[in-house]
């Protein structure tokens, strides 16, 4: 698994743009592709700077408490974070998470999406929904970063998914 090739960039990913492919590790250690979510429906980036903490607590148990709502329209939600795998699993366990947690620890996501804080050497809070294109490649239907007390507006999100 190596995302090395990712390029990074100063401002977040825009709309129209295509979606920067990668692999990262889940809770389990599992490897979880871009490239193969798309190919099932539309992909939702949570991305989030710690776990354990409280904003970013609130949006993982509203995703998962709203996980059917998700699949129903055919979208996969993930959380992002640069926590490690370890750190990710314990807080998915503690909590009862349903959905899949990534761990971006070398930053290499955050960074090709445009949402690395620096100062904090983590991600930002930000959402990326993600379609295929006709082309079969992932292409940003929509993007947005957030302040760290700033949580998703869920039902806005949910209504953009096909």
């Known amino acids: 698994m190596s995302n090395e090739s990712l390029a990074a960039r100063e401002t977040l990913i825009g709309e129209g743009e295509v979606a920067p492919g990668f692999t ?12 193969d979510a798309i190919k099932k429906g ?8 710690f776990a354990f903490t409280g904003v970013c607590g609130t949006e993982m ?7 059917a709502n998700w699949t129903a329209k055919g979208a996969q939600v993930v959380g992002v974070s640069c926590d490690s795998t370890f750190t990710l699993g314990a807080w998915a366990a503690a909590e009862g998470y349903k959905h899949a947690l990534l761990s971006d620890q070398h930053r290499q996501v955050c960074r090709a999406y445009g949402l ?10 930000g959402t990326v929904v993600i379609g295929q294109s006709a082309d079969g490649k992932g292409k940003v239907r929509f993007s947005q970063s957030r302040e760290p007390k700033d949580a998703m507006k869920f039902g806005d999100i949910l209504a953009m998914i096909a």
Request: net charge neutral; charged share 20%; hydrophobic share 40%.
């Open 24 to 35: 990262l590790l889940t809770t389990t250690r599992s490897e979880w592709k871009l490239s």
């Open 42 to 49: 539309d992909v939702v980036l949570c991305f989030f700077p």
């Open 61 to 67: 148990h509203c995703i998962s408490k709203e996980l």
């Open 116 to 125: 690395y804080w620096a100062d904090m050497n983590t991600t930002h809070r």
